[in-house]
Structures are given as structure tokens and as C-alpha cells.
């Protein structure tokens, strides 16, 4: 099943997300590589459609990433899963501590 490309009005917390980033390398001889790096979580916060927070659990260890939403390497944003039940708050920050509820999302 192939996953859904979101647009940035479609965003809101709870999703869970992979963003597509191109990054841009340079190796010891100057060379410049580009390649598509994808952090997959789940949103746990959107700034006045300005920034997004994502989190995700790697290797045990939480880790959240700010995506600005006009940042021009972001090739794309792939829903993953909905939740399921609906989220009735704005900012999901109470993941950081309860990780039975990210695995819930």
C-alpha cells in the first residue's frame, strides 16, 4: 500500500510521518553528494504553520526533530498511520514522558 503525500494544511498532531530531506555531503576530497534522508514519528506539535515537531523512539532513546514546513530540502511528507482515536490537544508533549502512549498513536 502505498503511503499518502501530505500538504502542509494537512498536518496536524498525532500523525505519524515520514519526511523526505535532501542532504546535501561533502567528503574529504570536496565532493558534493546529495542524498534522501527520511525521519519517520510522529507529530507532536505544529507552530503556527510555521515549524513542526516530530519524535520518534531510536534505540530506546526519544528523539525530536523541528522541521521548518517552508525549508525547500523537504522533498516530501508521507502519512503513515492516523491515530486511533482523535487528539484533542494542540501540543502532544506528554509523549516525552509516557511512551505507552507514542506506541498507542
Same mark, same amino acid.
Given at each position: ?32 553528494? /546529495?542524498? &534522501? ?12 504553520? *510555521?515549524?513542526?515537531?516530530? =519524535? @520518534? ?17 523537504? /522533498?516530501? &511528507? ?12 494542540? *501540543?502532544?508533549?506528554?509523549? =516525552? @514522558? ?8
Amino acid at each position: 500500500m502505498a503511503n499518502k503525500v501530505l500538504k502542509v494544511e494537512d498536518l496536524k498532531p498525532g500523525l505519524k510521518v515520514k519526511v523526505h530531506q535532501t542532504i546535501k555531503e561533502t567528503n574529504t576530497k570536496g565532493e558534493e553528494k /546529495e542524498r &534522501i534522508q527520511v525521519f519517520e514519528g510522529v507529530i507532536i506539535g505544529i507552530s503556527q504553520n *510555521k515549524t513542526m515537531t516530530i =519524535r @520518534k523512539i531510536s534505540y530506546g532513546i526519544g528523539v525530536e526533530k523541528i522541521f521548518p514546513l517552508d525549508l525547500p530540502s523537504i /522533498e516530501k &511528507i508521507e502519512l503513515v498511520k492516523e491515530p486511533k482515536k482523535p487528539v484533542r490537544r494542540a *501540543k502532544l508533549t506528554h509523549l =516525552r @514522558k509516557n511512551t505507552k502512549a507514542m506506541r498507542e498513536l
